[in-house]
């Protein structure tokens, strides 16, 4: 059974930077397809980035070059890094995965996800 739980939101100024992280359980060292998620009350759930294990990274134009993400593969954690924060970027975060298929940057389905953390960024 793999869980996910997210950690690391907070309130910060505009400009400044968060470090989200994903921790998994019960991955048993296969692939998967990882995603970041980000929604706000009243608006749809947009995708911040999509990753695959131990692969690459697909960002969404609107967070390219502000936000990286990164794994720590041993313990099963995925990064997601925040730069130059704007108010717009304040939502509810949270990561989802499904096993590897093939189609990560194709298909933004899940089987998996967390409890989300909040993110909120002030002028």
């Known amino acids: 059974q793999v869980q996910l739980e997210e950690s690391g939101g907070g309130s910060v100024q505009a400009g400044g930077s968060l470090r989200l992280s994903c921790r998994a359980s019960?991955?048993?060292?296969?692939?998967?397809?990882m995603y970041w998620f980000r929604q706000t009350p009243g608006k749809e759930r947009e995708v911040v980035a999509s990753t695959v294990t131990r692969g690459d990274t697909l960002y969404a134009d609107f967070v390219m070059g502000r936000f990286t993400t990164s794994q720590d593969n041993a313990n099963d954690i995925l990064y997601l890094q925040m730069d130059r924060l704007k108010d717009e970027d304040t939502a509810r975060y949270f990561c989802?995965?499904?096993?590897?298929?093939?189609?990560?940057?194709?298909?933004?389905?899940?089987?998996?996800w967390g409890p989300g953390t909040q993110v909120t960024v002030s002028s």
């Open positions: 019960g991955y048993s060292g296969r692939n998967y397809c």
């Open positions: 989802a995965a499904r096993d590897w298929d093939g189609k990560c940057f194709t298909r933004t389905d899940y089987k998996y």
